[in-house]
């Protein structure tokens, strides 16, 4: 694992450079920008907050006094963990739970507390946006303080090549309490991993991405264990014979860290619009939570684009065949078992999905793609076409992921 910062001197480079830099070499030169921008309108927004923050803190601690303490150590969950509610579920059924997400504040399970960080968070995003140590280290010291009193045995994190994520491990390491990554999402082979470096344990989807992390000697084999996929899935009926077969394609806001990959992109939808309409399927474009998309419109007004509201469930449901660059939604789609495609004409680096196992089919030209949904429509029948996703790339755990999530941290508490 990397060296945790101990020196003011190089606290800016730990909770924010180091990972910058990796991503910008990855290929996102904009990167910087876009979480400079994000951080300040976040401080923004904190600051309204604080007497919120206070309030929240009250009812923790007196919903606290009326919950019998049990015997298993508490675990404190990051904002981002809160998306597995399997996992939420199956661990609150033997300890007290404190999370940072906001959406926590509506769990109204008994031991399940909701922990407001906003004056932690101000004070290390305007200390990193200052370069002030000072600022820096008045946040890790409130941090160090909510920790003392929440007393967890184990903390869990969705990502640790964050400001906050960085800032949480430095602080647990110094009072001796383990952390935990859940991977949340997948990287790719051919590029650095910058997360899940910190943290003491990763719990991974698969062996694929447990080997990754060994390839490139980043951490101990005992320190990562093979979690499975952490989200909960229903799988979709596959469709058969249609007249009509709705063809999706999955947004990726890769111009968000190049600009210059912005028309790429738009050339890539419209030219999947039209080819679809010359081959009588309809298509739908499903942006990123990241994209503009008030701008995309104005620019592709023929383009059918899904609605905002529309969740990932609901559009799997809806289209027949997904296609994208390297989306983690396009996996989680695949898993679902529907037809998914791989259309890799990006300048950037990516694996290759029918290599993984996670598409029957990964093409590098969009005529390509033309011709293998020529075959699927003289068909019609998806089954013929469609693969499961391997199971070394993604384990599905069994009974759930709650259950072999407690089964883990039994292991390392």
């Given at each position: 694992?990397?060296?945790?910062?101990?020196?003011?001197?190089?606290?800016?480079?730990?909770?924010?450079?180091?990972?910058?830099?990796?991503?910008?070499?990855?290929?996102?030169?904009?990167?910087?920008?876009?979480?400079?921008?994000?951080?300040?309108?976040?401080?923004?927004?904190?600051?309204?907050?604080?007497?919120?923050?206070?309030?929240?803190?009250?009812?923790?601690?007196?919903?606290?006094?009326?919950?019998?303490?049990?015997?298993?150590?508490?675990?404190?969950?990051?904002?981002?963990?809160?998306?597995?509610?399997?996992?939420?579920?199956e661990a609150s059924k033997t300890t007290s739970i404190y999370c940072t997400g906001?959406?926590?504040?509506?769990?109204?399970?008994?031991?399940v507390f909701y922990l407001p960080?906003?004056?932690?968070?101000?004070?290390?995003?305007?200390?990193?946006?200052?370069?002030?140590?000072?600022?820096?280290?008045?946040?890790?010291?409130?941090?160090?303080?909510?920790?003392?009193e929440v007393n967890p045995g184990v903390i869990v994190l969705g990502k640790d090549n964050m400001p906050v994520g960085r800032a949480i491990v430095l602080v647990a390491r110094q009072l001796g309490i383990p952390t935990v990554e859940i991977q949340h999402g997948i990287y790719q082979s051919n590029s650095p991993l910058n997360t899940g470096r910190y943290v003491d344990y990763v719990f991974v989807w698969g062996e694929y991405f447990k080997q990754l992390y060994l390839k490139q000697n980043l951490r101990a084999e005992a320190t990562i264990k093979v979690l499975g996929y952490p989200y909960e899935l229903q799988s979709l009926p596959q469709g058969h014979k249609k007249q009509r077969l709705n063809v999706y394609y999955l947004g990726q806001n890769v111009e968000m860290y190049n600009s210059q990959l912005l028309e790429s992109?738009?050339?890539?939808?419209?030219?999947?619009?039209?080819?679809?309409?010359?081959?009588?399927?309809?298509?739908?474009?499903?942006p990123h939570p990241g994209d503009s998309r008030a701008s995309l419109r104005e620019k592709l007004p023929d383009v059918k684009f899904s609605p905002k509201s529309e969740t990932l469930e609901k559009s799997s449901m809806q289209g027949d065949i997904f296609i994208s660059f390297s989306s983690t939604s396009l996996v989680e789609i695949a898993l679902r078992g529907k037809l998914c495609i791989q259309l890799r004409n990006y300048r950037l680096s990516t694996d290759n999905f029918e290599d993984l196992g996670i598409c029957p089919r990964s093409f590098d030209s969009i005529d390509e793609v033309a011709g293998y949904l020529k075959d699927i429509g003289e068909t019609g029948d998806l089954n013929q076409f469609y693969r499961p996703v391997s199971s070394k790339y993604i384990e599905i755990p069994q009974p759930n992921s709650g259950t072999a999530f407690v089964k883990l941290i039994k292991g390392i508490t």
């Open positions: 694992m990397a060296r945790i910062a101990h020196e003011s001197s190089e606290l800016n480079w730990y909770l924010f450079e180091e990972s910058v830099s990796m991503l910008e070499q990855s290929g996102y030169p904009e990167h910087r920008y876009s979480l400079i921008s994000a951080m300040k309108r976040q401080v923004a927004l904190f600051s309204k907050f604080r007497f919120v923050a206070k309030v929240f803190w009250a009812l923790a601690k007196f919903r606290r006094k009326l919950v019998s303490p049990t015997d298993a150590p508490a675990l404190l969950l990051d904002h981002e963990t809160i998306r597995y509610p399997s996992i939420l579920h906001f959406r926590s504040a509506y769990y109204i399970k008994k031991n960080i906003f004056g932690i968070l101000e004070a290390l995003y305007s200390g990193i946006l200052g370069d002030d140590d000072d600022r820096m280290n008045q946040g890790i010291e409130k941090l160090r303080r909510v920790f003392k992109k738009l050339e890539t939808i419209e030219a999947l619009d039209k080819m679809c309409k010359k081959l009588g399927f309809a298509f739908t474009y499903r």
